[in-house]
């Protein structure tokens, strides 16, 4: 990235003005603080370097700091503690691609809270100084200039306090207070464009949902607003990004799937890049020298109908590293020259369709494509028909639904023959060849790392008696990353792990299928989680989180949280199956012992027709709890206890 030093950023800035006529807006409170021993705020400054987005917060003196991630709708939350804040709720607009807006007042008497609301989603750093606390995340995003560092501050007040996080409403999951959908301040979704007319489809018969034993049912939760129309993928002018001044990627604006990397001279002759098909990844290492300010990996979204992104890292000062991150299986031809590397990509699947496969979980994505709404109840825009026992499956829906193009591929893995899409007289038809009897869970969603919308065909293989399928949900994953923890570590990570640990631990269990709901890091709808353990037939679902609460940093401990429901003493019950579960995990792991709840808000319990529950394994804001979470041996220890509670159930259920 290029980094400037300007001498004199006043003279910078006023010569902005001038020459643009763009206001320069800074804000320092001279307002009364309740409190004389609370510290002051003397202003709040946003700016942007290099692709670098940074909130400077100028503080006289503060407290404690903690920070965590939100998602539906993504925002990024930062308490400070020791420090007050004029009354009311405040706002500076931002409008880039990453960040919408900063949001900030009094959380409560002696904590100040931000709040960013994200338009994608992306990674935070908080830097605390001596007089300052920096927010940053690096977005790199097109049309934002480098060099410019203007305060642009405004700021309007607001009767409300500003959102405070539900700590009974867990990550991912539906807010425990029924109040909560109806809060202000929330980010609005995506505007609603409005959708054309569908073709009259069938209405799926909507399948009973058990009701919670002394509670009201639930009502149904709002659905959120969706673009019909997906949005363009790729921006018309040319992606150049600069990582420094003699270091630069431009990608082709006339196809998308042709990038340039321009390398200081002999550095490119000399680059090595690896190709990983498994991780659709292609990657260049480059000799460079160190590049000031840049650590871990820096993402730029490029979203071509074959490239997801750039990454940019350097793991030793000797080199750079450049990745790309690819939606399918692609050809690749390489052309060195002393200066430049260009890498053409060529899509070897289906035009804007991708396939996934590994271990019970297969699914096809279309790209810019939804042919259904997102919500409990989702409208459908498609016909679904079948033949061969229900080995084939034929998808059928208005092609202004989809820009999916025509194509074929022999898939000829262990579940699928075959995937093909034809498009004709305004329709568009996929057709899905399997070696047995199978299921399909259609759901549409929204990606904001990618700004656009996209439908998942999952492949599922129904328990056939007497085999019995226990589905292990890791929670959150891609966009939303549940948690952030004290670490700085996302909850999605650890749930990932204990899930595959937890997988690996049953898998010898005879007559028993293990079936995750995501087996890496992307995102899977909370309904569409529900909806694949109940089209599998499941026996048992189980869910793994992390808990956290910025209010009570010494919260800590281990909870399983259960659906209530009305049934037979002698049932095996989900709250029989959350008791056993928890036992086993005290007695195993020795921390303490929150009990068991009953949550019938939470949708992955509350729309499974299996005993389902959701073991939240520590708490990620308290010292100790992440402390033993980040150890490899605890997480082995978590995964061991529920693995015994599953195989002690399977023999009583």
């Known amino acids: 990235m290029i980094k400037k030093r300007i001498k004199s950023p006043l003279l910078y800035i006023l010569f902005i003005i001038c020459a643009l006529g763009l206001p320069a807006r800074a804000y320092a409170d001279e307002a009364a603080y309740a409190g004389q021993a609370l510290s002051r705020v003397k202003s709040v400054r946003y700016s942007v370097s290099g692709g670098v987005e940074t909130f400077t917060v100028n503080i006289e003196r503060y407290g404690d700091v903690g920070s965590f991630f939100l998602a539906e709708p993504a925002r990024f939350v930062v308490d400070v503690k020791g420090v007050r804040l004029p009354d009311g709720q405040h706002t500076m607009e931002v409008g880039s691609n990453c960040i919408q807006r900063v949001r900030y007042g009094n ?26 606390i920096k927010i940053e995340t690096f977005s790199g995003a097109a049309g934002v200039d480098p060099i410019i560092s203007v305060p642009v501050f405004s700021i309007s007040s607001a009767s409300q306090a500003i959102e405070k996080n539900d700590p009974n409403a867990d990550a991912g999951t539906a807010p425990s207070n029924p109040a909560a959908s109806q809060r202000p301040l929330r980010t609005p979704r995506p505007t609603r464009i409005p959708r054309p007319t569908p073709t009259p489809t069938p209405a799926r018969q909507a399948t009973p949902r058990r009701t919670p034993q002394g509670t009201p049912p639930a009502s149904p939760e709002p659905t959120p607003e969706m673009p019909a129309t997906p949005p363009p993928i790729m ?117 804007n369709v991708g396939y996934y496969k590994n271990g019970e979980r297969a699914f096809l994505t279309l790209y810019k494509t939804a042919i259904t709404t997102i919500g409990e109840q989702p409208e459908r825009f498609y016909e679904l028909s079948q033949s061969g026992g229900g080995a084939a499956w034929t998808v059928s829906f208005d092609s202004k639904y989809s820009l999916a193009e025509a194509g074929s591929a022999d898939i000829d893995d262990d579940l699928v ?92 269990q005879k007559d028993v299928r293990i079936f995750l709901t995501r087996d890496g890091d992307y995102f899977v709808d909370l309904y569409e989680r529900a909806q694949l353990a109940n089209e599998l037939n499941a026996t048992l679902f189980v869910s793994i989180h992390a808990n956290a609460s910025t209010d009570n940093p010494d919260a800590n401990g281990i909870e399983t949280l259960y659906f209530p429901m009305a049934a037979d003493e002698n049932a095996f019950t989900a709250k029989k199956f959350a008791e056993l579960t928890q036992r086993n995990l005290i007695n195993q792991l020795k921390t303490t012992d929150r009990g068991i709840k009953d949550r019938p808000n939470l949708i992955v319990l509350r729309r499974t027709d299996m005993p389902a529950i959701l073991v939240e394994t520590a708490f990620v804001t308290n010292a100790g709890d992440i402390t033993n979470l980040s150890r490899s041996a605890y997480r082995k220890s978590v995964a061991k206890a529920v693995a015994d509670s599953v195989q002690q159930a399977l023999k009583i259920y």
């Open 235 to 351: 921006p018309k002018e040319e992606i150049r990004l600069d990582i420094a001044s003699d270091l630069r990627i431009i990608v082709s604006a006339k196809d998308g799937n042709t990038l340039t990397v321009m390398t200081p001279k002999g550095a490119a002759s000399k680059a090595v890049v690896t190709e990983s098909k498994e991780a659709l990844r292609i990657s260049a290492d480059i000799p460079y020298q160190e590049i000031p300010g840049l650590s871990g990996v820096k993402v730029f979204h490029i979203n071509s109908d074959v490239i997801k992104s750039v990454g940019i890292s350097q793991p030793e000062l000797k080199f750079v590293r450049i990745s790309f991150e690819i939606r399918n299986r692609v050809g690749v031809k390489l052309s060195k020259a002393e200066s430049q590397l260009v890498f053409k990509l060529t899509n070897l699947f289906i035009p």
């Open 107 to 132: 959380f409560d008497a002696q904590t100040a809270r931000f709040v960013i609301d994200l338009s994608i989603s992306s990674e935070f750093t908080v830097k605390k100084g001596k007089g300052y």
């Open 417 to 508: 023959k075959s995937v093909s899409i034809k498009r004709e007289k305004g329709g568009t038809k996929l057709s899905i060849t399997a070696k047995r009897k199978v299921k399909l869970v259609i759901f549409t969603k929204y990606i904001p790392d990618y700004n656009l919308t996209e439908t998942t065909v999952s492949i599922v293989r129904p328990a056939e008696f007497p085999e019995r399928i226990v589905v292990i949900d890791a929670g959150h994953g891609g966009h939303d990353t549940g948690a952030v923890a004290l670490s700085g570590k996302f909850e999605k990570d650890f749930n990932i792990d204990i899930a595959l640990k937890l997988k690996e631990r049953l898998s010898q």
